[in-house]
């Protein structure tokens, strides 16, 4: 194993990487060249260098083009990991100029960011490290998991669904369950159902939703509220996929719409929203940090880690 190790450190280059990232991406040796500034017999001729290096091809070849392998795949997988880890390490040294900081990528769905969770991180890992700066990217949950495997981000702090999570954490991401946040159906103050002392989910039936993208957790799991009740889906009038935003259309009449308790509850003092009771089974969803497997011994990421830890219940 050693021995395979040294024979690919010595052959292998970053922009050797890169050739297999473009190759992947356009599917073939015409649009690569032109993107990596190469004639086509030059991309060739080190494409076959690259595959004797590993001992295995790692793209198929055929009248339409080039297609990975299963091993390219988890080369290129790799190869993407590795250049955005390369990207990363110059951003921390170009921040280092005056004391050495490391640069932390974190990701987390809008719902996450705008509750408890997240602040509270962050504020503890300001508090442990000055030499922490954090890059903060707010998506939707399965394209923060992409640029997670991909190594444009570092970590997640992320709702997830356990079963699609661990088809995900069998080999390459490590998870630490950290907390949980609670969803509330929220309307107007003047909405017929405010004052009710409760509300079935089929007297929701009929009203404007605003809802989230169908790909997000929340969307699904409101959708689940639904279902288990033996009731349709409405279709929603209003797709937002901000919780906070959410929260201003409900105030201002245009429908309804579930989101954090924690958003929920400053505008419900103010009188701008109103919760309705309506039961929610389960009305919490869980919190995670989440890394890849491979970066457990960072720095950044231990400490994020143990930040996590102290504030889990």
């Known amino acids: ?113 705008a509750g408890d969770s997240l602040p509270a991180v962050l504020a503890r890992l300001q508090a442990r490290s000055e030499r922490v700066v954090v890059r903060l990217r707010e998506q939707a949950v399965p394209q923060l998991f992409e640029a997670l495997l991909q190594g444009e981000l570092d970590a997640l702090l992320t709702s997830f669904n356990q079963t699609a999570f661990a088809a995900k954490r069998a080999t390459r991401l490590v998870y630490k369950r950290c907390s949980e946040h609670e969803y509330v159906v929220i309307a107007s103050p003047a909405h017929p159902l405010a004052r009710r002392r409760s509300v079935g989910w089929d007297a929701l039936v009929h009203d404007r939703w605003i809802m989230a993208e169908p790909e997000l957790l929340s969307r699904q799991a409101l959708e689940g509220q639904f279902l288990r009740a033996g009731v349709a889906v409405p279709a929603p009038s209003i797709i937002s996929n901000n919780p906070a935003t959410n929260v201003q259309l409900v105030a201002a009449g245009a429908g309804l719409a579930a989101v954090p308790r924690a958003m929920a509850t400053a505008e419900q003092r103010l009188g701008r929203i109103a919760v309705l009771r309506v039961e929610m089974t389960p009305s919490r969803v869980p919190v995670a940090l989440v890394y890849r497997a491979a970066s457990s011994g960072d720095p950044a990421i231990r400490l994020l880690h143990a930040v996590v830890q102290e504030l889990t219940p």
């Open 1 to 113: 194993m050693q021995e395979e190790f040294d024979n690919l450190v010595s052959r292998l280059r970053f922009r050797h990487l890169r050739l297999l990232v473009e190759l992947h991406r356009f599917g073939t040796l015409g649009k690569a060249a032109a993107t990596l500034h190469l004639s086509q017999p030059a991309l060739s001729k080190t494409l076959k260098e690259i595959e004797d290096a590993f001992g295995f091809p790692l793209f198929q070849r055929s009248a339409r083009g080039l297609a990975a392998t299963s091993r390219g795949e988890v080369i290129v997988q790799g190869a993407q990991t590795l250049l955005s880890a390369l990207g990363h390490l110059s951003e921390a040294a170009q921040a280092s100029e005056e004391k050495p900081v490391a640069v932390l990528h974190l990701g987390a769905p809008p719902a996450v960011a």
